[in-house]
Nanobody, 124 residues
């Protein structure tokens, strides 16, 4: 059983940056592929980025490539999402999720463990 806690969300002006963290406890963090998802107001949850066990494989939603960077620090049991040049359309609740296998997935239905989410609001 893996418990996940997101942090780092907040209010930022358009063009600004935030770094989200996802702290894991329980289970074996390094044996989980990890992902970030987000849910904008009134919309479905959508894929943001994913990373394999040791970070050798990453994948991003096409619309976010070049602005968002996913990374993980296994000794610290923590995953990160660096978000740069934020836009109002990035406003959403951001969730981290864990998948107990090495190969990554863009489908939220495949992820087993989820955090409670952290709010990111980007103002104009």
């Amino acid at each position: 059983q893996v418990q996940l806690v997101e942090s780092g969300g907040g209010l930022v002006q358009a063009g600004g940056s935030l770094r989200l963290s996802c702290a894991a406890s329980g289970g074996t963090f390094s044996r989980n592929a990890m992902g970030w998802f987000r849910q904008p107001p009134g919309k479905e949850r959508e894929f943001v980025a994913a990373i394999s066990w040791y970070g050798g494989n990453t994948y991003y939603a096409d619309s976010l490539k070049g602005r968002f960077t996913i990374s993980r620090d296994n000794p610290k049991n923590t995953m990160y999402l660096q978000m740069n040049n934020l836009k109002p359309e990035d406003t959403a609740i951001y969730y981290c999720a864990a998948l107990p296998r090495n190969s990554i997935s863009t489908s939220p239905r495949e992820y087993v463990y989820w955090g409670q989410g952290t709010q990111v609001t980007v103002s104009t």
